[in-house]
């Protein structure tokens, strides 16, 4: 829309610049361009006045390609001042054409089939499904049939992903056809607008004449059930929440529904009877479509939720009356009934906003030229058959005395088909670089009964709400006595009526924004610099090289490192004289600590950087800049997501439960060792708390697709619970050389399993306890079946109770024997590791927080006549650092190297160590 508020007529000339042949001004041709003239206002006109020009642009989104994502297209349109040939452009204006892909269907997807008597009628519920990115209003259309008519919803809104229940019903003639027939109820975007469904209806018409031998009239025997006795009450036996119900702001043409409560509050089972009167645009809403009467059965104490449905036809106020009968029940020898009074109203505002950018349904912007102090506009417009209000507020200069934005009107009644002008001036002390002005609107009736409901009892906790930001709408507009005839409702209230003004009010959001303030430059003052080559660091932190050498090593030269872990790096002042350096990263991906400092000959520092977490899950690359007194250097820095590789072991059970162990006695059990991979597999298992269980084998190689079994022994030292967890870590061995790829599966480790037993007290069998007593008989002095009684009997434990002859069990010797093979298998391979070893093959860290540190050391025994250059490699993204890459082990000595342990995420974490020397010892 195009506004000329001067005193003089003005030619324009419009161009649609665009890519594509989608837009234009006419509809179903290619007009670009297009030339008019707009009025000048006449002399008595406001300043704030002008003639407004509106101007059509047609998009022909038919020639689009489909696609699955909304796409959109943009072209722009270019105001010029005369004719094509000028060159003074009033400006330009951006136009979107947003594709999107529609689908409509229907739930159940059987066909409706309408079949009843001549002059009957017959309905049926159909779920109407879309698929679209914002709300579809369709217009629905039936051809015309001999045998009777179809009544429906004209115009249906629809929503993506939601079901909306439709309503067909079928009114036959009297004398219709006896065959079946099927139209098509099509469903299109607007009245000559291009189809989105086809439900097909079936209808079939009897003849009544084919019924009258069925009907209660037709003679014959007749079949019934004998009544029950009549009961006598003291009251009305059903209760109701509601004994008025109230409709207000229904647009004529669609329909209202709402609910009350009937309550059987007698010891009997009520069957009660519920019909409609004095109206026919109230409905009783039932599993089997709408009518005006239905059928209920309460048992005692029971309570049931009745749907009523108010649906004009035309602007106006009807009232109505639900009766409700129960069947075999009197007062006093006399039927009883009750009555719940219906009214509704009909006709609704329909309100929208102009002159603003929509970016979501309830969300606007508008960007102004100049900053504050200013002033901008825009419309409302009332398209609805009735009256509405509108109240507009700026969220800034809420319970503010003195505000810097005035709004001109800031409320007012609207009518309908009317349009009115909003003023938003900002003064100069209004700071802020956006507005936020908050648009509440609506039907003017809900707002006047509001305020009517609100005093009565009961409403004061249904007329809150954090929505309304304090705003009070019960005071009166400036023009509300214009309204009075026609908003004003004369009717009885019930508390529950403030509800339809918090149901029929909208609240929209226009976000205001301005350009961005000029920044403000001051002069500055000339200090002396710390040497002629290197500028004070308090003004400049991050000096400009003025050469491309350096004296600065940097190991490693780049960096790989996983989100949400670190690594270090280390500088070395390989110069002869005192070097100041300072870092440069992006802080919103990497962390470096610390930033500065200096360096001595020879000197190294070590810098940790980290990543910051991110859950994008992409790769990012950048550089750390490092600057030094003469020059800079950057360190290339690869951010890897964190995606888990799939196993590369599988171990089985998870859980070994040894049951009750008598106390200093083994028990054997084996887990399965799986290689899931098509690479050969170092496995590694380490025991947090050994506390009784023993491995047969702490490490191995399994080839691809192979299974192995570790033999695990429990021997409980004590008597109660014991629990403990292997950890098993794993890694790829290629060419003869180990890779540092550990293999996380869950919280970095490639597996655990939980063992845990019982130590218990032996209880000796039957046959043990006659063997017992048996030797007992045997003098001392005698052999028996001609042994020596050494040969059969045990010396006794000291401090029990136990015989000295007790018999020796094969079986448990037979496992003692496979426990010390077992434990002298692994001090021999210990042992074997030649003259360079390890004290510790296995560190186990404690639980500690995440993000707190924890240091434990690896001591290398270096027993060799030469001395050995050791080098350390942990795989990257793990927590576990250190700081040395290299070291020198002097012969017959040892070192020790810090592991530290600093978890950024909680869990369960493993990783190797890999050592080797120069000799080749790996």
């Not at 219906?342 to 100049?370: A, P, Y």
């Not at 200069?397 to 003195?402: D, F, L, P, V």
């Not at 991979?677 to 298992?685: I, K, P």
């Amino acid at each position: 829309m195009l506004v000329n508020g001067g005193c003089s007529a003005l030619p324009i000339h419009l161009d649609i610049i665009s890519d594509n042949s989608l837009f234009s001004f006419v509809e179903g041709r290619a007009e670009k361009s297009t030339d008019f003239d707009i009025p000048s206002r006449k002399r008595e006109a406001g300043t704030d006045e002008g003639v407004a020009k509106e101007v059509r642009i047609w998009a022909d989104a038919s020639k689009t390609k489909t696609q699955g994502e909304p796409t959109v297209y943009t072209a722009v349109l270019r105001v010029l001042l005369g004719s094509s040939s000028s060159d003074v452009e009033l400006g330009r204006i951006d136009v979107l054409l947003r594709v999107c892909q529609i689908s409509v269907g229907s739930t159940p997807s059987e066909v409706p089939v309408f079949t009843c008597v001549s002059g009957e009628k017959k309905s049926h519920n159909v779920l109407i499904t879309a698929k679209c990115p914002f709300p579809l209003e369709a217009e629905v259309s039936v051809p015309e049939v001999p045998d009777g008519i179809f009544i429906f919803e004209k115009r249906v809104k629809l929503f993506s992903g939601a079901d909306r229940p439709f309503r067909i019903e079928f009114v036959s003639k009297v004398g219709g056809g006896r065959s079946k027939n099927t139209v098509q109820m099509t469903f299109r975007l607007e009245k000559e607008g291009p189809e989105l469904f086809k439900l097909p209806l079936t209808y079939c018409v009897i003849d009544k004449a084919e019924t009258l031998m069925f009907s209660e009239n037709s003679p014959g025997l007749k079949l019934g059930v004998i009544s029950a006795a009549e009961e006598n009450l003291d009251k009305f036996p059903v209760e109701s929440d509601r004994s008025l119900v109230n409709w207000f702001a229904v647009e004529p043409g669609r329909t209202e529904e709402q609910q009350i409560s009937l309550r059987n509050s007698s010891k009997s089972v009520i069957n009660l009877n519920l019909i409609i009167r004095e109206t026919e645009y109230f409905k009783i809403s039932t599993p089997s479509g709408m009518g005006v009467s239905t059928k209920l059965s309460f048992n005692p104490k029971e309570t049931k939720v009745l749907n009523l449905i108010f649906s004009p036809k035309a602007k106006g106020k009807f009232v109505g009356k639900l009766v409700l009968k129960p069947v075999n029940f009197k007062i006093g020898g006399k039927i009883i009934k009750a009555t719940i009074g219906l009214s509704g109203t009909s006709g609704c505002s329909d309100l929208h906003i102009l002159n603003v950018k929509s970016t979501d349904e309830s969300c606007f912007t508008k960007l102004v030229e100049k900053e504050p102090p200013c002033s901008t506009q825009f419309s409302v417009v009332n398209s609805g058959t009735s009256a509405g209000f509108v109240k507009i507020v700026c969220a800034e200069e809420i319970g503010k005395e003195n505000p810097h934005v005035i709004i001109s009107p800031e409320c007012f009644l609207i009518k309908e088909q009317e349009s009115r002008t909003i003023n938003l001036n900002f003064s100069d002390q209004f700071e802020s670089s956006s507005a936020t002005a908050v648009v509440f609107f609506g039907p003017e009736i809900v707002r006047r009964v509001y305020r009517r409901a609100r005093g009565l009892p009961g409403a004061a906790r249904l007329s809150s709400s954090p929505s309304l930001m304090g705003v009070d709408f019960t005071a009166n507009m400036a023009n509300e006595d214009d309204f009075s005839d026609d908003c004003d409702y004369k009717g009885d209230l019930t508390p529950e009526d403030v509800k339809h003004f918090f149901a029929k009010t909208e609240k929209h959001i226009l976000k205001i924004r301005f350009p961005e303030k000029s920044a403000n430059f001051d002069e500055l003052q000339v200090e002396e610099t710390l040497s002629e080559t290197r500028l004070d660091a308090t003004v400049h932190p991050h000096s400009p090289p003025t050469s491309d050498s350096t004296g600065l090593q940097i190991i490693p030269s780049s960096l790989t490192i996983c989100q949400s872990s670190e690594n270090i790096v280390k500088i070395i002042n390989v110069g002869k004289s005192v070097v100041h350096w300072d870092l440069h990263w992006d802080s919103a991906r990497l962390n470096c600590s610390p930033p500065a400092g200096q360096l001595a000959p020879a000197g190294q520092a070590i810098i940790l950087v980290s990543s910051v977490g991110d859950d994008s899950g992409q790769s990012w690359r950048g550089v750390v800049e490092l600057f030094s007194d003469h020059a800079v250097d950057k360190i290339p820095v690869h951010v890897k997501p964190n995606q888990a590789p799939p196993p590369m072991i599988a171990v089985n059970p998870q859980l070994m439960d040894f049951g009750e162990v008598t106390v200093g006695l083994p028990e054997k059990r084996v887990l399965t060792i799986s290689n899931l991979s098509v690479d050969l597999v170092q496995w590694r298992a380490v025991l947090t708390n050994p506390s009784g269980f023993l491995l047969g084998q702490p490490a191995g190689v399994i080839n691809p697709r192979q299974s192995v079994a570790l033999p695990v022994i429990f021997r409980p030292s004590k008597i109660g619970e014991t629990s403990t967890l292997v950890d098993f870590t794993c890694q790829v061995v290629k060419g003869g050389r180990e890779f540092s790829t550990l293999v996380p599966v869950q919280h970095g480790l490639a597996g655990s399993v939980k063992l845990q037993g019982r130590g218990g007290v032996h209880q000796p069998t039957d046959a043990e306890s006659a063997s017992i007593k048996m030797t007992e008989c045997v003098p001392n002095n005698k052999l028996t079946n001609g042994t020596s009684e050494t040969s059969q009997t045990r010396p006794p434990s000291g401090g029990t109770d136990q015989p000295a002859d007790l018999p020796v069990n094969p079986a448990v010797e037979s496992r003692e024997a496979e426990v010390n093979q077992m434990k002298a298998a692994t001090n021999n391979a210990k042992k074997s590791k030649g003259a360079l070893s390890l004290e510790k093959e296995n560190l186990v860290f404690e639980t500690i927080p995440v993000g707190k540190t924890q240091v434990l050391k690896v001591t290398i025994k270096n027993r060799t006549p030469e001395t050995q250059n050791v080098n350390l490699s942990l795989e990257p993204g793990s927590p576990f650092l250190i700081i040395h890459q290299q070291l020198e082990v002097k012969s017959q000595s040892f070192s020790r190297v810090p592991v530290q342990f600093k978890p950024l995420q909680a869990g369960r974490y493993g990783a190797h160590l890999r050592i080797t020397t120069d000799s080749g010892w790996n």
